[in-house]
């Protein structure tokens, strides 16, 4: 017990020491090529946990994808339902893993599906489905996704408890509601409307009841929530879109932009900073990822590499508590590969390391 209580200790330091030195002097980062499975051509990392283990998928071609568990320094293929097909989009703080597999498409193709620590694989889809997809996994291992029915083309968002049991999150505005994070007390965000989103709205769901959050005008859409109850995610301007986050009150705060015509936030940790990318046109493909926090503002990720070898850092999907941040970009290479960036501590901040190290240390041997 005072084991795990230690290793969540160390995990707090860790976290307080990344946003101390990005507060400094907005921190440089290491740099990890995370490379590729065998026999696929790009890596793109969705999620990282506190212990710096990643979900994501690789690319071999022609719409088809294969899972992965990357965990110090190597990356594992995930197995698939019914065949090598599959996407990871989300991982907690045990090692879980839930996205979806089966076959290549977008509804009635795939299933829900989780892999265990182990990396065993299991079909998770909710009843009666015809395709769906698990998009978020929190500590307690409640799931929230999406499903479609009897091949209708809408998808519908689900909470599934730790028991199994699903829950249908409802809809506003249309047919569609889609999940995309939940965090550790249930509470689900993401995105409801119609026509895939041409009518768009970021909500909360707590408890089964769906609220829609504000927004600057246009569309919204609700991408991350941290313990704290901070959503992030992108709405649609006059002349763009922008990253925005909701407080917990539900003011909503634009981010601004790099110089382009649109942002989007993918991730907040719970010290409130913010990952994600920007895009240049009304296309919304990503030229540069960035960092946001309260007191640096927007900052463009490649400028906050520890002696970039040439690195373009196109987008950044998420940011764990200990300020690690994963996501793709282009290598010196010219290969579109997932990146680790890993926060260089300042002398000091090594120093309150080893001094909390030994303090915990000592309180051990009592």
């Given at each position: 017990m005072f084991h795990t209580a230690g290793r969540w200790m160390a995990l707090a330091i860790w976290g307080l020491i990344a946003t101390t030195a990005a507060a400094a002097h907005g921190a440089?980062?290491?740099?990890?090529?995370?490379?590729?499975?065998?026999?696929?051509?790009?890596?793109?990392?969705?999620?990282?946990?506190?212990?710096?283990?990643?979900?994501?998928?690789?690319?071999?071609?022609?719409?088809?994808?294969?899972?992965?568990?990357?965990?110090?320094?190597?990356?594992?293929?995930?197995?698939?339902?019914?065949?090598?097909?599959?996407?990871?989009?989300?991982?907690?703080?045990?090692?879980?893993?839930?996205?979806?597999?089966?076959a290549p498409g977008f509804l009635g193709d795939a299933h829900a599906t989780l892999w265990s620590v182990d990396n065993i694989v299991s079909d998770i889809r909710p009843p009666k489905e015809s395709g769906s997809e698990a998009d978020a996994i929190n500590a307690a291992g409640q799931i929230a996704g999406w499903q479609s029915s009897n091949g209708l083309y809408y998808t519908r968002g689900f909470l599934r408890s730790t028991g199994g049991v699903y829950t249908d999150m409802g809809a506003f505005d249309g047919p569609d509601s889609t999940p995309d994070a939940i965090n550790a007390a249930g509470v689900v965000v993401?995105?409801?409307?119609?026509?895939?989103?041409?009518?768009?709205?970021?909500?909360?769901?707590?408890?089964?009841?769906?609220?829609?959050?504000?927004?600057?005008?246009?569309?919204?859409?609700?991408?991350?929530?941290?313990?704290?109850?901070?959503?992030?995610?992108?709405?649609?301007?006059?002349?763009?879109?922008?990253?925005?986050?909701?407080?917990?009150?539900?003011?909503?705060?634009?981010?601004?932009?790099l110089g382009g015509y649109a942002t989007s936030a993918n991730a907040i940790n719970d010290f409130g900073q913010i990952v994600g990318f920007n895009a240049p046109d009304a296309e919304l493909k990503p030229d540069h990822a960035f960092l946001f926090s309260n007191?640096?503002?927007?900052?463009?990720?490649?400028?906050?590499?520890?002696?970039?070898?040439?690195?373009?850092?196109?987008?950044?999907?998420?940011?764990?508590?200990?300020?690690?941040?994963?996501?793709?970009?282009?290598?010196?290479?010219g290969q579109t590969h997932g990146f680790l960036l890993t926060p260089v501590p300042e002398p000091r901040m090594m120093l309150a390391v080893t001094l909390c190290g030994g303090a915990m240390m000592r309180r051990r041997r009592i």
């Open positions: 440089l980062y290491l740099i990890t090529d995370l490379g590729t499975l065998s026999g696929s051509t790009e890596s793109h990392p969705q999620a990282i946990n506190d212990f710096g283990v990643i979900a994501g998928y690789c690319s071999v071609g022609q719409g088809t994808f294969r899972a992965f568990r990357w965990s110090a320094g190597t990356m594992t293929k995930l197995p698939g339902l019914t065949s090598e097909y599959g996407v990871a989009y989300d991982i907690n703080s045990s090692g879980v893993i839930v996205g979806k597999s089966g993401g995105t409801t409307g119609s026509n895939f989103y041409a009518i768009g709205h970021a909500f909360r769901w707590v408890n089964g009841t769906m609220t829609i959050l504000s927004s600057l005008g246009g569309n919204s859409v609700a991408h991350d929530i941290n313990s704290t109850g901070e959503i992030v995610g992108m709405c649609n301007i006059t002349n763009g879109r922008r990253a925005v986050r909701w407080s917990t009150d539900g003011t909503i705060a634009n981010l601004g932009t007191d640096q503002g927007m900052k463009n990720l490649d400028s906050l590499i520890s002696s970039n070898p040439g690195w373009v850092l196109r987008e950044a999907t998420d940011i764990n508590n200990r300020g690690q941040i994963v996501g793709w970009g282009i290598n010196p290479s």
